[in-house]
């Protein structure tokens, strides 16, 4: 069973940057795709990023302006989000998550069957 734990989130001001990592375990890493999804205080989980398991094919959403980019290193069991020009509405949970069999849409939160804890990010204004 994939284990998936993240690390990189803290407290920024904004226009800073910020690099997530989701470090995997347990299972054949490049056999998932991997997405990071976050979810703001009171609202609902939503997708920000994902890429497939051979890292060829990656999948974003336009309202972030390219300020956020998903990357992965197989050989290190390793994703992770560049996050940059960071806003305080960025504030949020992030999460990796992974799947091997998307049940829908990889940009569809309920695609993912494997979730990591979560990781803090803050943006002060």
């Known amino acids: 069973q994939l284990q998936l734990v993240e690390s990189g989130g803290g407290l920024v001001q904004a226009g800073g940057s910020l690099r997530l990592s989701c470090v995997a375990s347990?299972?054949?890493?490049?056999?998932?795709?991997v997405a990071w999804i976050r979810q703001a205080p009171g609202k609902e989980r939503e997708f920000v990023a994902a890429?497939?398991?051979?890292?060829?094919?990656?999948y974003s959403v336009s309202s972030f302006n390219g300020r956020f980019s998903i990357s992965r290193d197989n050989t290190k069991n390793t994703a992770y989000l560049q996050m940059s020009s960071l806003k305080p509405e960025d504030t949020a949970v992030y999460y990796c998550?992974?799947?091997?069999?998307?049940?829908?849409?990889?940009?569809?939160?309920?695609?993912?069957?494997?979730w990591g804890r979560g990781t803090q990010v803050t943006v002060s204004s």
């Open positions: 347990g299972s054949t890493f490049s056999n998932y795709y």
């Open positions: 998550a992974a799947t091997a069999a998307p049940r829908s849409s990889v940009k569809r939160v309920n695609a993912y069957d494997v």
């Open positions: 890429i497939s398991g051979s890292g060829t094919g990656t």
